[in-house]
């Protein structure tokens, strides 16, 4: 068992800075297109979605939403369940979903279809991190914090079985180094 920190990636300041500015830009989207519903991804998506919210200029509210992947042995499948749905009504809302990392592209895939079938206004979605060489389906992101390379990326709420999710930054981890 290696416990070594993981590699920085992007560091605290980095994240900082790139969240204020994807903060701006949504707030300026959403100037005449309230009220915003921001829907947050659990687990992975919470750190981003607090430090997201909190630097926005224009009135938010916040739900959460929690979906798992089915996984046949350690392979995933793709396919997407539902695990926690929004509690409030999403009816001619304006929603943006907050994920933590878009890779194949499945899990937003679905969760712009659940977000849909609640009928809003409109949907938009926000992913602090995109790899987009991974890319299985082609799926619209209309906010990108960064695009990384196919690695397996922790912290700022990611996590690796669990662990890391707490780091302040992002950081690269081997998951042969952590077994
Ligand atoms: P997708 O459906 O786009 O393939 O996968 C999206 C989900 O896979 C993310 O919400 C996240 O839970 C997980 N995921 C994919 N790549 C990574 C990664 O590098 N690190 C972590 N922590 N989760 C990842």
Redesign the pocket.
């Known amino acids: 068992m290696n416990d070594m920190a993981p590699q920085v990636l992007i560091s605290e300041a980095d994240i900082s800075k790139r969240v204020a500015e994807l903060a701006d830009e949504i707030s300026a989207d959403y100037a005449n297109k309230t009220p915003l519903i921001m829907v947050g991804?659990l687990k992975?998506a919470f750190i981003f979605l607090a430090d997201l919210s909190r630097r926005l200029s224009i009135p938010r509210t916040i739900e959460f939403i929690a979906v798992s992947?089915y996984e046949t042995g350690s392979v995933?499948s793709?396919a997407?369940r539902l695990v926690m749905d929004v509690r409030g009504s999403l009816v001619d809302k304006h929603v943006l979903i907050v994920?933590?990392?878009?890779?194949?592209?499945?899990?937003?895939d679905y969760l712009i279809g659940i977000m849909k079938s609640h009928g809003p206004a409109s949907v938009r979605t926000c992913t602090l991190?995109h790899?987009a060489e991974?890319a299985?389906v082609d799926v619209p992101i209309d906010y990108t914090g960064f695009s990384?390379a196919n690695?397996?990326?922790?912290g700022y709420g990611?996590?690796?079985a669990e662990k890391d999710r707490t780091l302040p930054y992002i950081g690269i981890v081997n998951p042969e180094d952590r077994a």
């Open positions: 991804v992975g992947s995933q793709g997407v994920e933590d990392i878009v890779d194949t592209g499945h899990t937003l991190l790899k991974s299985e990384v690695e397996w990326v922790v990611l996590d690796y």
